[in-house]
């Protein structure tokens, strides 16, 4: 339905435009030469410092500009932030040309946001006008003429005289006029006779000669992002201004219009205003669409390909500093909005910046994630500049199609299928998905506004947007259109345009429409597929809103492990990383809020789709194999917007006259003229407030020293934040339960902490440095800067030791040829994370001042001693705990281990008798059979990850005096300092305790290693290690132990096996420390099995485990043969003859390990082929049994052994994989 709308009286809120602004030169003031891009260019060592400084020609040089006007005055909800807008309307300050240059104008945009997060878009249309000034015109002769004589006296002249003859040149003064005053006519003599050589030179100005022109800025700033209305208004605007006829109206009333009649259009609704020469038509999606989206996504696809646009999607989802790059404002501004808008129903948390004037540069050493863009002037390459942040950085050169990720950047989820989907939305409308194309657009061209001079033309055109065309009148219009695009079209009027083009513009501005709904509904589903059941994790644990703002910093609002569990495994390495992400902090918080206040209107919307999603909704197992499913919504979200544009629901007030005095609102053409404020400030809000300006884009040195303060700040309280969390996850709730053992997260999980740590340090290290661009460079200029380090290293003491923090670094540059310099800095920290050294290698590096002065701006984070004392102290918290980080990431590295075995301190003579042998085994393999060798003890193995079992063993052929008592084996890492102790406390050799020659050994991780002293050390409790000599003395005297203990112990021990298979199988520790460790389950058994020995007469002096078990099975298969059982009642049964097999298997491996090593193998094998519950009342029930133990023996006890069974069984439930090292040598 057709409707009239206005604004007038109604709220400002409720505008289309909320300012109305003319930025340009101030001729009272005179010319201002901007000088900041030219400091700033030399501090950051580009190439186009020429191109900002002196040393160029006055007309290539930038000057500032000033908001001349700007209507309404103010506004209470969007106060005017006049520096802001001027800095955004002309980024480089003022440009001069002349008539030899080209003239044609440029349309940019920007965004301004608040201290409140809202954002106001701004439209600028930059034209050049003519200078009329005789204060200017002679102020550009004078600096041209002075420039002529410096650069004609520089090339005859050395180096210095034409430095010293620069500097003399620089203007000092803030206007022009004082320096042509203060030549003496001699000096202009010369200049002026110096000048005529070199008249036609490029950059050249003659006044007598040249007509000089000067940029300025009309700007349309509106609370929407109306991209092409906001254009269309500005082109007519600036056109009626250049036309030799006048408009029909004084501009003032077009801008009053524009300012304070036209409105918003309802949600779901079009509506239709008119600028100088034509009807304009915007558009604002309904409440179930997706939020307004104006900049042309087809464009920024078309430059950077598909390829290049997920890319750069992942980097903003994973909050990366992502910095654009081009020659055009308004691309780096398309492609900023367009990224943004992709993230829908998430949003940018941090820096926003498309598009950063010269003075704002110090920006780009934030050590915060940000989006922001910079313009490169003809002649500037990439190398030529040095960012602080390269190792976290997304550099996006949109003019050469190229997008640098980090090098660890995870794929993005299904990445493959969507780019697919997206190459067909693309191709289904002529772009190819590629990228590398420069497509032209109405966006950047300001010749393709509608100028509809015919009435009835301008007639036709509305009732067709209007619906009111019937069928015959439709056709014949669409007749009249097809023949102007055979025939070129004539011209409607002087100036106007064809029928044919005003036709393929509104075609080509719908199709871009249409094309960019269609792109971000193909993102939006697949954001609804990936968190479609998001609500299922979130976490409600406060009872209401003050509570849960009270304890934001500890409340974990999401389940992260959980969500993780049930997503395709491809899927969790950039899931992982992005749930850490602010935007999705902010997300889970918004919905956790909405319990208690009104939802967020994308989250809302988000929450609807979520509704149709669940149709689709399937099983946690079949959501890790789920199927890509394509957008099936792309045509209804395209046709709503079509319906919208070619039938327009509401129309504005005609811009009308004003009562404005005779006189007033003169047309001059070719220059725009100085509106008359008190006809466009009728509508002022009279309320006038003190406002704050938007502090990032004041570039005072107030406003930036504040803003690197509050930088400095946030690094500490990420770092506190962080190192809690780290903290928080790594101890773990079963830590505190079980008393032992390592409670771990998830591997992913912990990766992605420690990855964020590493991104931490890298923009710590790299707030405000003046050379550095990564953490590795910044330690190699302190190790190479300090030439005393070495000196105060060895001063140290316990510092010599191989963990020292240069030979680290060696070690690091030369363990891999692939690692970048990057890698190298990252794989540093994790070396130094898991010798618990990172606190004090950092401290160590930072101890020299002078050479921090020298390498840092006053405004770094390192340089704020009590901020950077307290950020060691928080990195140091992290020493309470045990990483393993650098022996899991970098896997296929080769480390030097020292083997040292200790026997007994009295018989320590014998091990010169026996040549033993060694077989290291840990999470990524097994060293192999390693002699050790006599003369060394160190012995280079591939990374074999944390270490779990070490056998021990000597040769057959050794003799019977080689024979030893072993205390224990130690491992130490030569890289890491990590110790490993293995305990042994028993006999290894032929005719000593069990003859064993070979025994396999649990380790036990014994200290973090290079510790500064071993009383600061508590980490997470040790494995549980062998049993040692002590326990097996202890097991002789079992008789007397009471039942009880026994019975607890062994309910202990498969409770702990329980709990190890209930843990996501990241999050599992060693299974064979539970198996044979001390408190094990093979000790466990074992002391059951002792409990009511009779003695130890019947067998050998030493009570083995296995003597009765092998000597029960051989009455066994005797009875069996004999057909005489001596009234057992144990029947021939598969258990019974399973019992026998293994048993027989075991004696007969080739491997000699001993009594107890039997045992220990007998019960793994049972207990993984889960027939250990079934042999134990076999064995109970054997004759020989009754003979062996007392009545009161837990074996013979029937209640006791009933319940041994059913704890056996509950093991039955799991699937166990035994280590090779238990197992080698047995075929079962």
Known sequence: MNGTAAATGGSASCRFAHYFVVCGVDTETGLEPDDGAGKYARFRGRDDISAAGFEQSPIRRSFKSKVLVHYPENMDRNPFNKDAVNMLCLPRGLSFRTQADSLDPQFHSFTVTSDDGTRSYGFVHTFYEEVTSPQIITAMQTLYQMHHVEHHSSSSTSSPSSSTSSSASTPSTSSMDSLASSLEESDAESLTSGVSGCLGCVGSFDAARDTLYVSKALCLITPLPFLQASRQFLAQLHQAVTSQMAPPLPLESYVYNILYEVPLPPPGRSLRFHGVQGPIVCQRPGP?????????????????????????????????????????????????????????????????????????????????????????????????????????????????????????????????????????????????????????????????????????????????????????????????????????????????????????????????????????????????????????????????????????????????????????????????????????????????????????????????????????????????????????????????????????????????????????????????????????????????????????????????????????????SECRLKTKRMLKERMGKECVELGQGEANITGLQENTLIHGLCDLLERTWGHETSHMTHLTEGFLCFCSGSNSLDQRLSDDGPLLLRGSLIQDMRFIQTMRDDLSEVGQARAWIHLALEKKMLSQHLKELLTNPELLRQLYKPHAFLLCEEEREQFLYHLLSLNTVDYLCFTRTFTSISIPYRVVIIPMKKLSIAMATVNPWVCVSGELGDSGVRQIPKNAQEIFFQNLGRLSTLQLGVQENSGLLAKCLIDCVVVYNEITGHTYRFPCGRWLGRGVGDGSLERVLIGQLVSPGAEEDAGRWSGTPPELASPSQSVRAVLGSLGGMHSAEVQEDLREAANNLVKHFHKPEQERGNLTVLLCGEGGLVLALEKFLLHGFRSNRLFQRNVFVWDFVEKAVVSMETNDQMGDLHGSTLPKSPPCDLLWRYVHAINSSPRNIGKEGKFQLFVCLGIRDKLLSQWFPLLAECPLTARTYEDGALLRDRAALHSLCRILQTLNDFSITLEAALVKGVEL
């Not at 009835?456 to 056709?475: F, I, K, P, T, W």
């Not at 409340?555 to 749930?579: E, I, M, N, W």
């Not at 394509?630 to 327009?648: D, M, N, V």
């Open 288 to 716: 179930g669409e997706l939020p307004l989206g104006d900049y042309p996504l087809g464009e920024a696809f078309s430059l950077l390909g598909v390829d290049n646009m997920v890319k750069l999607l992942t980097c903003a989802l994973l909050e990366t500093q992502v910095l654009l790059y081009s020659k055009d404002y308004q691309r780096l501004m398309m492609v900023a909005e367009g990224i943004t808008t992709l993230l829908f129903p998430f949003q940018w948390q941090h820096i926003y910046l498309p598009i950063i004037s010269t003075p704002l540069h110090h920006l780009l050493d934030a050590p915060v994630p940000f989006l922001m863009g910079i313009q490169h002037r003809n002649g500037a390459q990439r190398s030529s500049l040095h960012l602080p942040h390269e190792a976290n950085l997304c550099f996006v050169d949109i003019d050469s199609h190229c997008v640098e990720a980090p090098e660890d950047l995870p794929l993005f989820p299904d990445q493959t299928e969507l780019i697919q989907e997206l190459s067909e939305v693309l191709l289904s409308f002529g772009l190819p998905p590629r990228g590398g194309v420069t497509a032209t657009t109405t966006t950047g061209s300001t010749s393709s506004s509608p100028r509809l001079s015919s009435l009835v033309l301008e007639d036709l055109m509305e009732d067709r947007r209007n619906g009111n065309l019937g069928g015959e009148e439709l056709a014949v219009l669409e007749r009249l259109q097809a023949l102007a695009r055979r025939c070129g079209g004539g011209k409607v009027s002087e100036g106007g345009k064809t029928l044919g083009h005003v036709f393929e513009e509104e075609e080509e501005e719908l199709k871009a429409a249409k094309l960019n709904i269609q792109l971000r509904e193909v993102f939006a589903v697949r954001f609804a597929a990936i968190f479609g059941r998001y609500e299922d994790f979130i976490v409600n644990s406060a009872m209401d809103l003050d509570s849960w703002l009270n304890n934001r910093d500890g409340t974990c609002s999401f389940d992260k492990g959980s969500f993780l569990s049930v997503q395709p495994a491809a899927h969790l390495h950039f899931l992982s990383r992005f749930l850490e992400t602010s935007m999705f902090s902010s997300f889970v918080d918004g919905k956790v809020v909405s319990r208690w206040v009104d939802r967020e209107p994308l989250q809302q919307l988000f929450d609807g789709r979520m509704e149709r999603e669940r149709l689709y909704d399937i099983s946690d197992e079949e959501s890790r194999n789920r199927p890509y499913r394509k957008c099936t919504t792309l045509f209804e979200s395209a046709q709503a917007i079509e319906r919208r544009l070619l039938k327009t629901d509401h129309t504005a007030i005609h811009p009308h006259l004003l009562d404005m005095k005779i006189g007033q609102g003169r047309h001059h053409p070719g220059y725009f003229p100085r509106l008359q404020a008190d006809v466009l400030a009728q509508k002022h809000a009279s309320t006038r407030r003190a406002f704050r300006q938007t502090k990032l884009l004041d570039p005072s040195p107030q406003a930036v020293s504040l803003t690197h303060r509050e930088f400095v700040d946030g690094l500490l």
